[in-house]
């Protein structure tokens, strides 16, 4: 298999007129003259295109990049690598049991298999893995310094992956230059994936962030295509068939918008309802995965029940930081807690007070608690 290795990571940066002017030569394919020894360019037609060659080609796609990019290898170092850090039999077990007791939000709907399967895992297993269940696992597994390394990726995507954190990008990238260097004392050589976690952030920064730039939506839509396909006969023809029933039914059927905040699961003992919809993928309702959610001023609550006019629910008495290096968790509003059910008075809060959804996962007897990405606000407060 074929590795592309660069022994420097930081380096000049190309531009487009260098790139148009032939200036990398490496980049163009050559064809000989006939009846000659010499050779010519091949000009690519995407030269005519009036777009920059270098900055409008993103390489920042979570998916490919962070998820089954970097994530994964970073786990296959520990799983299966030839370095002093790889994980034992017994050592790999334990973390598959921990994985396989972990119970997530209803917004994730891929729960992350046992650490044994991860040459089968899929992109949003990874992804899982990386934003929200890794930092509860990987501290009991890894060594100070591979921990803290693991913090700066999962810091810096995490900054990467919402507007709202859009003035933390600088560190961001001081992060993801951190954790570049390390891996390269850890474990070696830095191939395409590692190097192309440096151009991260800018992208971000000309793009949005990294769900707005990801290929989720073209993969997802990709297998609708595909399972229109029922035979090898004329594939293309089904698609288009297929795609014109759909375009037809929509137009025909009313689409109703629908109205924040949901109520549902009413209660007529109670006059209250178990569950409510505040926007699109965010939803709370009275079970451990699901109640959790911050406020403006940083509270951490347990949702009971919902109204028209708010929610009722508890916050929780005890919960700290979970760490303070690279940088400190309460910036990106990351927190843990060793009594998830000790809680102050129960009162009602309006529904403009709450912040975002968190996610949270118990691991022995510590539970962390993580923003839903998609949930927070678009801009930074």
């Known amino acids: 298999m074929r590795t ?3 022994p420097q990571t930081f380096a000049p940066q190309r531009t487009d007129k260098d790139f148009r002017d032939g200036l990398y030569e490496e980049h163009y394919q050559k064809k000989r003259i006939a009846g000659s020894n010499q050779t010519v360019k091949i000009s690519s037609p995407i030269l005519k295109l009036p777009i920059d060659m270098i900055e409008d080609f993103i390489v920042a796609d979570s998916l490919h990049l962070l998820h089954l990019g970097v994530m994964k290898k970073l786990l296959k170092n520990y799983t299966v690598g030839n370095n002093g850090k790889r994980w034992n039999s017994y050592e790999k077990s334990m973390i598959s049991s921990k994985l396989n007791c972990i119970r997530l939000p209803i917004e994730i709907h891929r729960a992350v298999r046992s650490i044994e399967s991860l040459s089968h895992w899929k992109a949003t297993e990874c992804a899982t ?13 890894l060594d100070s310094e591979h921990f803290e390394n693991s913090l700066c990726l999962f810091c810096a995507t995490t900054i990467c992956s919402s507007d709202n954190y859009h003035d933390l990008l600088g560190v961001a990238q001081t992060m993801f230059e951190k954790f570049i ?3 390269e004392s850890f474990f070696g050589s830095i191939t395409s994936n590692l190097h192309n976690l440096v151009h991260v952030v800018e992208e971000v920064k000309r793009f949005g962030s990294l769900p707005s730039i990801s290929s989720y939506p073209f993969e ?3 297998y609708k295509i595909k399972q229109m396909v029922r035979s090898g006969k004329l594939p293309l023809n089904q698609i288009i068939n297929r795609l014109s029933e759909q375009n037809s039914l929509k137009s025909s059927s009313k689409i109703s918008q629908e109205q924040y905040p949901m109520l549902s699961c009413f209660d007529a003992k109670s006059v209250y309802y178990e569950r409510v919809k505040l926007a699109t993928g965010f939803t709370l309702r009275n079970r451990f995965e699901d109640q959790w959610f911050l406020t403006d001023d940083q509270s951490i609550i347990a949702f009971k029940n919902a109204s028209k006019i708010g929610i009722v629910g508890s916050k929780l008495a005890e919960y700290t930081y979970l760490f303070e290096t690279p940088m400190c968790s309460k910036i990106i509003r990351t927190y843990k807690s060793y009594n998830v059910s000790r809680f102050e008075e129960e009162k009602l809060y309006c529904y403009e007070s709450v912040f975002c959804k968190l996610v949270a996962v118990t691991v022995d007897k510590r539970t962390t608690f993580t923003p839903l990405l998609h949930t927070l606000p678009k801009c930074s407060q």
């Open 4 to 6: 592309n290795v660069f």
């Open 181 to 183: 260097i390390n891996y």
């Open 220 to 222: 997802n839509y990709l």
């Open 129 to 141: 893995f990386l934003h929200y269940v890794g930092i509860s696992l990987l501290d009991q597994s």
